[in-house]
């Protein structure tokens, strides 16, 4: 049986901050699955050139969003399941491979949700889906990062 964990907990695990940090909350998270949430504000300086006429959050962004979601708050989760995580995390992205079929624009709020594949030797594995407001499918795929704490070199 796992015991309780605070959503706020894990996020102020996370290693990132804003500009950079594309997670407002966490919905749901367990030992196999985590659903979270994010709202691309428009104040982004990435949208004053992608696209200056017609601004979209660019996919790489949208990468990003599901890696933080649905690979490292789910990696701080099973990390801290069994030992108190001591600091921020080190993460590193090891691969992703994602498919894009809707546009994200600016100030719209998304929800990524990820299912374990495994998770050996603090490499963490997930096929991650990112959907709009209207629940239609933004993107999709299969994300991988090392996760281990940077107090304990594990």
Same mark, same amino acid.
Do not use: W
């Given at each position: ?14 290693p990132y901050s804003k500009p950079f940090l594309f997670v ?23 949208? #004053?050139?992608? &696209?200056?006429? *017609?601004? +979209?959050?660019?996919? /790489? ?54 299912? #374990?594949?495994? &998770?050996?030797? *603090?490499? +963490?594995?997930?096929? /991650? ?12 795929g299969v994300i991988a990062g090392m996760i281990l704490d ?5």
């Amino acid at each position: 049986m796992l015991k309780p964990v605070d959503k706020k907990d894990i996020l102020k695990h996370l290693p990132y901050s804003k500009p950079f940090l594309f997670v407002d909350k966490i919905l749901e998270i367990n030992e196999n699955s985590v659903t979270g949430q994010y709202t691309f504000s428009p104040e982004h300086d990435f949208y #004053k050139g992608h &696209f200056k006429a *017609n601004p +979209l959050t660019p996919g /790489v962004i949208l990468t990003e969003c599901m890696a933080q979601i649905g690979v490292v708050c789910l990696g701080i989760f099973l990390l801290n399941k069994d030992k108190i995580i001591s600091g921020r995390p080190n993460i590193a992205l090891s691969s992703s491979e994602v498919e894009y079929f809707k546009s994200v624009i600016p100030g719209e709020t998304v929800k990524v949700v990820s299912e #374990k594949q495994y &998770f050996r030797f *603090n490499k +963490l594995k997930c096929k /991650v889906s990112m959907f709009n407001n209207s629940e239609e499918l933004v993107c999709r795929g299969v994300i991988a990062g090392m996760i281990l704490d940077k107090e304990r070199n594990e």
